[in-house]
């Protein structure tokens, strides 16, 4: 699936919720949850992000043309948007994921995690994704 | 609860109170970073802009002298609220982070030497440790550390061990920001005396919860933060004790801090004024004051009662979710209580709660060194002012239960 197809699928899971923000942010805990763990070994200082509060690691690779990617986080909403992330942009091309805008975010009512204020992280995780993409565009 | 406090009134002069946040009403519970204003004090800020703006000390304009009033009344309304001898121990600063860098500069530059040692304790604010570490490592001096006894009081028999012949000053918070924990101040300044080591209290958590009063406090300088006492931001005191206010040398130098100035020597003011560099924050002190009104209108001790009771009755409810790890769980303490939830971020928890309209606060609270000393990496911490409720912390209480299930 393209990351547009995906970013809709979410959309429409999330829809499901309606207003209920509570339904909508068990269902990014058990996200978070159900995020394959990642190696303690991979967890080291360069793939570490720091937010100020919640701490964020990101390992990529590129497998077949396509960037692969896997993370954590101590907190479990952000590893609930980590797990997001990973599910739209992990298994694409690196050109899709460099012009990607995720707006399914804004869509799905979560954009507020994305305000740099929010300390979690996050818009320096998509920051970095992006960025790793890019470095594999080039060559 | 307190018969002597009417929240339902006393609510009313805070508009900010009544809003929703994501539907749900504000609980404040952030008072510790700083509390909301009431509108005598918005209101003194926008009329002295209104009728009386001019700057001070230094017209003999009609305008200029009733703003110069104004701002030596605040100074005076102030002083006698701390119960300050002399209004001219009493330096209006920026606030606290501010005080305390005064101080550590002036100190560096006439009494502090090359290898002196400073005790401080460990659940100091980042304010309280930085000024002294970075006099520390330009002058090959030493940082010495109160370590925590249990409860995380602090150990005062430790502490009496740290003191050496090098020992130049002794600078504590009067309550931790984080834990809520009550300095023995009495206890610190037995051991300083018997040395003549000067004390710096730093009161920015203390003077917002408890009636101080500084003659009897006694020691050489207290340091605190207006908003965090229901006044506007950007403005603090310094309190100096008659012998500093006469021997600590200036940091900041400018216009305002003279008798005469030619281009070879400069004649400083006395008092305060010499202190007081460039045109202050006039409205930002009448604020102060008006603060101060307000506060001693409804009574300091009645509004320590008041948050002794909300302190009270939260660490009992907390402490019957058996997943809540409490901080700090001593009976001497003022407005402020530390946890966190067993396998749980306090960021999750922060976050949840700010989506049932409850401003709480999470991370480190600016003492790393602490979060260390207790090896975690932050806390949830809720803070109390005069207008908190009980019914509040119940409803907090509910959904800090509805959280936890949700993050388990
Ligand atoms: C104990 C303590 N010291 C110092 C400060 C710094 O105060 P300010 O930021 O107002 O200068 C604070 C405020 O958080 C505090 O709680």
Known sequence: MSIEEIEQEIIEEFEFFGEDWEAKYEHLID????????????????????????????????????????????????????????RVLSNQKPEDIVKAELKFLDKIGLKEHLSPTRANGLVSMINRMKKEALSQVKI | MSKVINTENIRKQFPILNQKINNYPL???????????????????????????????????????????????????????????????????????????????????????????????????????????????????KLKVIPLAENETLDYAAFEKLISEKTKLIAVAHVSNTLGVI???????????????????????SAPHMQIDLQKLNVDFFVCSAHKIYAPTGIGLLYLSEKWLNELSVS???????????FEKTEYAEG???????????????????????????????????????????????????????????????????????????????????????????????????????????????SFAVYNTKSEIDFFIEKLKKSIKMLL
Request: glycine share 8%; net charge negative; charged share 20%.
């Open chain 2, 252 to 262: 900041k130098v400018g216009g305002g801090t003279i008798k005469t100035v030619t």
């Open chain 2, 272 to 382: 305060a004024l010499r202190f007081e560099a460039g045109t202050p924050d006039i409205a930002g002190a009448i604020g102060f004051a008006e603060a101060i009104r307000f506060i001693d209108e409804i009574g300091m001790q009645n509004i320590f009662e008041h948050e002794h009771e909300l302190v009270q009755y939260t660490q009992q409810q907390l402490s019957q979710i058996p997943e809540v790890i409490m901080y700090g769980k001593s009976e001497h303490k003022a407005g402020v209580i530390s946890f966190n939830v067993k396998n749980a971020h306090p960021f999750d928890v922060g976050t949840l709660l700010d989506k049932y309209g409850i401003a709480v606060r999470t991370g480190h609270h600016c003492t790393q060194p602490l979060m260390q000393c207790l090896n975690i990496q932050g806390t949830i911490r809720i």
């Open chain 2, 183 to 205: 300095t023995d101040i009495e206890k610190i300044k037995a051991v300083a005396q018997k040395h003549k080591i000067p004390v710096l209290v730093d009161g920015a958590q």
């Open chain 2, 27 to 141: 609980i404040y519970f952030d008072n510790g970073a700083t509390t909301q204003k009431p509108l005598s004090v918005i209101n003194s800020i926008s009329d002295f802009y209104k009728n009386t703006n001019a700057n001070i000390h230094r017209g003999v304009h009609t305008l200029s002298r009733k703003a110069t009033e104004e701002f030596e009344l605040a100074r005076k309304t102030i002083t006698n609220h701390f119960n300050i001898k002399n209004d001219q121990q009493l330096i209006f600063t920026a606030g606290t982070t501010d005080s305390i860098n005064m101080v550590a500069q002036s100190l560096a530059s006439n009494y502090l030497q090359a290898g002196d040692e400073i005790i401080l304790s460990a659940y100091e604010h980042h304010s309280n440790i930085l000024p002294w570490q970075l006099w520390a490592e330009q002058n090959n001096g």
């Open chain 1, 31 to 86: 996200l978070g949850k159900a995020l394959p763990l990642i190696k303690e070994e991979q967890k080291t200082e360069e793939a570490i992000i720091k937010g100020c509060q919640s701490r964020v690691w990101l390992n990529s690779e590129l497998i077949d043309g396509k960037m692969m990617f896997t993370a954590d986080s101590d907190a479990i909403i952000t590893k609930g948007m980590v797990a997001l992330m990973i």
